[in-house]
Structure formats: C-alpha cells, structure tokens
C-alpha cells in the first residue's frame, strides 16, 4: 500500500483496552452477553457499570437544570450489524481525496465528503463494549459548560477532541460520586392509576403493570423520565411542541395531551387531560 493510500485513523484521547471490564475482552465487541448490559432512557443500552453512571450523571445534570439529550437506542450499546452499517454510511472505498481513511477487512475505505461524524472500524468502537453514549445536545451552551466539569467525575471521559458529543466510560471501579448518589433517597415514584386519579384525568394508552413515574415536565430543559405535557393547540399556555417531543419522546415515561390522536405515532402511554393548566398545577403538587 502507498505512503498516498496508507490510513490515516484519527486517535483516541486514551487506549479503551486499558479500560475493560473485568471478563470483557475485545471478542466482545458488538456482542455482548445481555446480563452485561442496563437499558438507560433511550431505550438502547449500556454495560452495567456504566449505565449506573450515566443514570446518576443524568439525574446530577438536571438538578444543576440540565438535560443530557441522548436521542436514539443507537446512540449507546451497538452491536456488530449496527456498526456495519454505521461504517458503511459513512465510508466509501473510492479514493476521494484528504479525507479521514481507514483499513477495514484489507481495503481502504474513504470518509465520504460532508460527512462530518468519524466511525470506527466494526468491531472496534466503543460503543461495541457498551461503554460509549453520544448527547445529541453536546453543542448547547449549557452543556458545553457542564460536561467538563463534571463527567470525568462519573467516570466518562471524552475519547476524541473533535467529537465533542461522544463520552466513554473508562473507570474501572464505580466513581465515589455514583456510589454518593446511589445512597441518597430515591424519590417516590407514583402508579399510573394514582396519577389518573389524581389528576382526574384518563389514560387513552394504558402503561405497563410495572409502570411509574416521579415528575412531570412542561418546559425546557425536559427530565427524563418524566411525564412530558404536549402543546397541540396555540390556546395551550405550556408544553411541549409535536417537533420538540419527536426528540425526546423515548425518554418521556409517557405523555400528557389533549388530542391523543394526534400522538399514537410515538408509541408511548397517553394521559387525556381537558385542562392543560389544571392537570399540571395538579401533578405538580403530588411531585414536589
């Protein structure tokens, strides 16, 4: 292969085998044993450890009013097809010039022109190991600002300096600071029969047996977990717009609308209210 056509892979921030879990080896990658992996917010997964610190780093951010986007199950855990197709959308084996390029199965493959997000060979990212997590939101001011103050702390660490959405978990034991939020209280969480009637409201789509929630969300930033409120009409004072709930809905533990109808796509429990104002005011007071 020519000094023209050898690869030019961007480097990590640091070696993530230095970083595995116990038990978890490179043949690993993109196939990890289920019992290795949590589910998180949304919907995808993360290994075990690292899914405990995501969750208290979640819950640490928005008490300091921030919300940590992760939008899409693929944004976690990915398995190996998942990868392969990452790769393959983004890579090309046509030379097309300064481009990042990297060998995978003994050919050079090109990033194609525009795509601006690197992807790691199938079988080496750290996304395979459940280990990574992309926040959509990376680029907010308060994000931004937050991130490097913090996540090192709950043990993720960036892994390269232009990604500035992509954060590993490299800690090799729980972070003090996940075992201090594990030992606080947890808040109470209410059923969804205690929250219908208590909000005098009824469910269009009833959740799970096993299903609770603990807060609601009706303005910027949102809570995950959280019931969400839908604004679906311009006579609606709070709430949600459709756009901004096609972003965060798997993360919402359900939503609160007045046309249910209107939101059947999202696959998610439905709690009809007739009074946006009142229901919020209403639920409000049983979460505080």
């Known amino acids: 292969?020519?000094?023209?056509?050898?690869?030019?892979?961007?480097?990590?921030?640091?070696?993530?085998?230095?970083?595995?879990?116990?038990?978890?080896?490179?043949?690993?990658?993109?196939?990890?044993?289920?019992?290795?992996?949590?589910?998180?917010?949304?919907?995808?997964?993360?290994?075990?450890?690292?899914?405990?610190a995501w969750n208290a780093m979640l819950s640490c951010a928005r008490e300091?009013?921030?919300?940590?986007?992760?939008?899409?199950?693929?944004?976690?855990?990915?398995?190996?097809?998942?990868?392969?197709?990452?790769?393959?959308?983004?890579?090309?084996?046509?030379?097309?010039?300064?481009?990042?390029?990297?060998?995978?199965?003994?050919?050079?493959?090109?990033?194609?022109?525009?795509?601006?997000?690197?992807?790691?060979?199938?079988?080496?990212?750290?996304?395979?190991?459940?280990?990574?997590?992309?926040?959509?939101?990376?680029?907010s001011p308060r994000v931004q600002k937050w991130l490097p103050q913090h996540a090192e702390s709950f043990g993720f660490k960036l892994e390269y300096d232009f990604e500035p959405w992509h954060w590993s978990y490299i800690s090799k034991n729980i972070p003090q600071r996940v075992l201090d939020f594990e030992s606080l209280p947890q808040p109470y969480k209410f059923s969804a029969w205690q929250i219908a009637n208590y909000a005098k409201c009824t469910w269009f789509r009833q959740p799970s047996n096993n299903w609770s929630c603990g807060g609601i969300s009706f303005a910027t930033p949102f809570r995950a977990g959280d019931l969400?409120?839908?604004?679906?009409?311009?006579?609606e004072k709070y709430g949600f717009s459709k756009d901004t709930i096609r972003h965060i809905f798997r993360q919402c533990s359900g939503l609160i609308c007045t046309k249910p109808e209107e939101l059947v796509q999202f696959n998610k429990p439905l709690l009809i209210s007739y009074d946006i104002e009142d229901t919020i005011n209403k639920l409000s007071f049983l979460f505080e």
Not at 228 to 235: H, P
């Open 1 to 52: 292969m020519s000094s023209l056509h050898t690869p030019n892979t961007p480097q990590a921030l640091f070696n993530i085998q230095e970083f595995l879990p116990l038990g978890i080896s490179h043949k690993h990658n993109g196939i990890m044993p289920i019992s290795h992996l949590r589910k998180i917010h949304c919907g995808g997964f993360l290994y075990v450890d690292a899914a405990r």
């Open 228 to 235: 969400a409120v839908v604004k679906q009409s311009d006579t």
């Open 64 to 139: 300091d009013g921030v919300f940590l986007n992760v939008n899409s199950p693929s944004s976690a855990y990915r398995n190996i097809s998942t990868q392969l197709n990452f790769f393959k959308a983004r890579y090309t084996r046509e030379y097309i010039g300064d481009t990042i390029s990297v060998e995978f199965d003994k050919q050079l493959w090109y990033l194609k022109k525009g795509c601006c997000t690197f992807a790691q060979i199938p079988g080496n990212s750290t996304h395979g190991f459940g280990l990574a997590v992309d926040i959509e939101n990376a680029f």
